[in-house]
Each structure stands twice: as C-alpha cells, then as structure tokens.
C-alpha cells in the first residue's frame, strides 16, 4: 500500500510544496506514480523523509543534501565519503547543542533573578 503526497505531509510536517520541491530536486529520488500520474510514496520514502528533516532541522543545505543523495545513487562505495558528511553534521549538531545549553543557562539564571525579586517583594 502506497501514501498520496497529502498522507506524507501529513505524517513528515511537509508542506505538500515542500514535498514536491524535493523530488524535483532530486532529494527524494525514484517516488512512484500510478497509471494517473500521482505519486505514491512507499514507506521507505516517508523514513528517508523524516531523515532528510533531521538533517535540514539541523543545518545542512540543499546543495549539501542533493550532494548526499547522489552519494547514496552511487552505490556502496561511496560509504565513507556519505560517512565523512555525516561526521561534519555530527559535529554542526554538537556545536548547535553547546549553544543551546549556553543560551539555556542564561535562561536559568534570569528566571532564578526573578523568583528570587518576587519571593522578597511578596512577603
């Protein structure tokens, strides 16, 4: 069983838009159609989707995905080159988590200044 295009936006948080723009770029390669011309995704497609997602939630381009699928078109051996990609993401997402907990303990700290300011000022 297949899922319309309107079923995976649904399921990825894809706009249907979005969804199209990355099979015509090629970021979502070989999607099926039926006799009508809609496309139907098969599963793999959607978990290649939610994949895509993670990397684009986490900073890499468009050009550096297309570069990636035309890696994984190219068969086996190019596992270390998609490997050496993913280590470069790896460390783009450890980057953005030290951020993240610099900008969590700034956070931290006013709302432990501000508890402390009502604790005094409603007593």
């Known amino acids: 069983m297949g ?10 948080g894809l706009s249907m838009h979005t969804l199209r ?3 015509n770029e090629g970021i979502v390669p ?12 098969e599963q793999k497609d959607i978990e290649w989707l939610e994949f895509v ?3 684009r939630n986490t900073g890499m381009t468009i050009a550096e995905l297309k570069g990636f699928v035309g890696l994984v078109l ?13 280590d470069r993401q790896m460390e783009r997402i450890q980057t953005q ?8 303990t700034m956070v931290d700290k006013k709302m ?11 007593a």
């Open 30 to 41: 070989n999607v099926k159609r039926n006799e009508g011309g809609t496309r139907i995704y």
């Open 53 to 55: 997602c993670c990397l």
């Open 3 to 12: 899922f319309t295009i309107g079923d995976v936006a649904e399921q990825t």
């Open 97 to 104: 988590i030290d951020q993240l907990t610099v900008y969590r």
């Open 112 to 122: 432990g200044w501000y508890r402390n300011y009502v604790a005094k000022h409603q």
């Open 74 to 86: 190219q068969g086996h051996e190019t596992i270390d080159e998609r490997m050496r990609m993913l």
């Open 21 to 23: 723009y990355y099979e």
